[in-house]
């Protein structure tokens, strides 16, 4: 019966050759291309998916071995998005999470349930359907915003912390799923509840709390190995063993992840972490994709076409209803409403479980199975629609401005200066920074400077400023300046060559540790570059000259005319940024 719908037991099997060589060659062929079009990848995984997997020339014919592998996608997804996040602000979202989110959910299952009743299904069918399509796609939202640049947007935040009680309501509802289809056996359903979710809750404090004590001091160890592939191998250890501990837990494996991430967003190594792992979160959410397109039923979609439109456009319109009523009742503007209502319109991928669950207790006639599964992949499948669709319908009836309207992200800097290892010389420079109201960013690869610093609250970060990723991570883009003060020579010029190809518009000043070594960087066309001996060497010239009859102010002033030849290009930086400061 499962099989007829594509689902079986998670871990059945992992994909032969020729799936991985199918799947890499679709993402070499169709994201390049989607991306010339200008539409959103996504599209293009789901179309793939659906003309290779078993209904279209069945080039792949096990959903199973594809998805199984598939599903760590979600789980690296919710790792960077716990990332983006910390402990605090979680807790400042805890209105949208449990107040908007839970009421979502709820007053959603309840009308698509009572939609469901209506149309001849069974109390209990009708309650299982309403609650699978109440929830809304993580993978397709998240991904879609990230692609617009619009996880930051309040309405952004708001559809996210939607999504995140969702993830939080699957438990429940798949014990509801094991309740009805026991309860002829006379188990108890509120005992069973209460004790998994007890069982859930105490996982999630226990994780939190430890997590925050074993996991830096684990990346502490490892940073002092410093071992590039050992760095990649550790964060892969921290997200898929948090996953698994919490679905052994009764909780999903990608909420498990997203704590993960929340526990490492407030350490010193979030950076280099999340560019360690962004590799594996691409190719894997790509997999994702295609394995949703596969398990659309092309026989049930040209049988029941009729009738699956006439269901989406219900189902799209009673949901993104239900959405932005509570989101202008929680305070949202209506462009924000709006789009929070359209974004979440969609069902999601923890539909095809709750379905699956339900199926094989019987509680949900197959061929009503098959059409729910094909409805719920053809509403994802439009997700990438939906939500440029809501950026145009705010903009042509409620004006550009409310579509511009894009509040920044807490963790974005822009005009800052990225200070590329952090010992003596990178200190005083971000001394400097502080006293100018400059805001930097640094990385280094000690831990234990990093550890220290972090106790004083400087924002230090593990990271190797020879990864053009981990730089990025760091809004190299966006900076006023990078600094590069490294003290291994070829590192130095590596980095130096990477910000010069990578980001040539963007003012580096590189600290040389000589004159020989400066007028090399000179060669490979850096503009600025500070000799580390020339401060002592103006020192000492400037006593030599004094006690040589030089008047001080005459030695203060040469020092003065060669450091400002020296220094002048920083000092431009340094002035424009404080005088835009105080314009703005």
Request: net charge negative; with cysteine; glycine share 8%.
């Amino acid at each position: 019966m499962l099989e007829e719908m594509g689902f079986g037991e998670i871990g059945h099997g992992i994909p032969a050759l020729r799936e991985i060589l199918t799947f890499l060659l679709a993402s070499i062929i169709l994201v390049p291309l989607f991306q010339k079009l200008k539409a959103s990848p996504i599209l293009g995984f789901l179309i793939t998916g659906a003309i290779i997997g078993p209904s279209g020339f069945a080039v792949i014919a096990d959903i199973e071995g594809v998805r199984t592998i598939a599903e760590f996608g979600v789980v690296f997804l919710l790792f960077t998005i716990g990332l983006e996040l910390s402990v605090e602000r979680l807790r400042a979202m805890r209105r949208y999470v449990f107040g908007l989110g839970a009421a979502q959910v709820f007053i959603t299952a309840i009308a698509i349930a009572a939609v469901a009743y209506a149309w001849g299904n069974a109390p209990a069918a009708a309650l299982l359907i309403g609650a699978g399509l109440a929830l809304s796609s993580t993978a397709m939202v998240m991904q879609t915003l990230s692609e617009r640049g619009e996880i930051a947007s309040r309405f952004g935040r708001v559809s996210f912390s939607v999504l995140l009680f969702q993830d939080l309501a699957v438990a429940p509802i798949l014990i509801l799923v094991t309740a009805f289809g026991s309860s002829a056996e006379g188990s108890n359903l509120f005992a069973d509840g209460l004790w998994t979710l007890g069982k859930a809750a105490l996982a999630v404090v226990i994780l939190l709390f430890l997590g925050r004590i074993v996991l830096r001091g684990l990346l502490s160890i490892v940073a002092n190995v410093g071992s590039t592939e050992l760095n990649a191998a550790t964060a892969l250890f921290i997200i898929l063993g948090i996953a698994a501990a919490t679905e052994m837990a009764g909780l999903s494996m990608a909420l498990g992840a997203f704590l993960a991430g929340l526990i490492l967003a407030e350490t010193e190594f979030r950076h280099q972490v999340e560019a360690d792992i962004m590799p594996f979160k691409g190719l894997l959410l790509g997999l994702f994709f295609i394995s949703v397109g596969m398990a659309l039923d092309l026989s049930v979609l040209l049988d029941s076409l009729g009738w699956l439109l006439f269901s989406l456009a219900g189902l799209l319109a009673l949901k993104t209803a239900i959405t932005t009523g509570l989101a202008l009742a929680f305070g949202l503007t209506r462009p924000e409403a709006v789009r929070t209502g359209l974004s979440l319109a969609e069902a999601g991928e923890f539909a095809f479980v709750i379905l699956a669950s339900a199926l094989t207790f019987k509680l949900i006639p197959p061929e009503t199975g098959q059409f729910m599964a094909v409805l719920a992949g053809l509403s994802m499948a439009l997700t990438p629609l939906l939500v440029p669709f809501s950026a145009w319908l705010v903009k042509r009836y409620e004006g550009a401005q409310a579509a511009r309207e894009r509040p920044a992200h807490d963790d974005t800097l822009r005009d800052h200066v990225v200070i590329c290892g952090y010992g003596r010389v990178g200190q005083t420079v971000a001394d400097l920074m502080r006293l100018q109201t400059v805001p930097y960013v640094a990385l280094d690869l000690d831990p234990s400077l990093i550890k220290a610093c972090r106790a004083r609250s400087e924002p230090v970060f593990y990271g190797d400023a020879i990864r053009p990723d981990v730089l990025e991570r760091f809004g190299a883009s966006r900076a006023a300046a990078i600094v590069i003060t490294l003290d291994a020579p070829q590192a130095a010029h590596k980095a130096f060559e990477i910000v010069r190809d990578m980001w040539p518009d963007v003012p580096v000043f590189v600290r040389a540790a000589n004159a020989e070594e400066a007028d090399r960087y000179m060669k490979l066309g850096a503009r600025h570059v500070v000799p580390e001996t020339l401060e002592a060497s103006l020192q000492l010239s400037g006593q030599v000259l004094h006690a040589l009859g030089t008047p001080m102010e005459a030695v203060n002033t040469i020092i003065e005319r060669i450091r400002q030849d020296q220094y002048a290009p920083i000092a431009d930086v340094i002035e424009g940024k404080s005088a835009s400061e105080k314009e703005s």
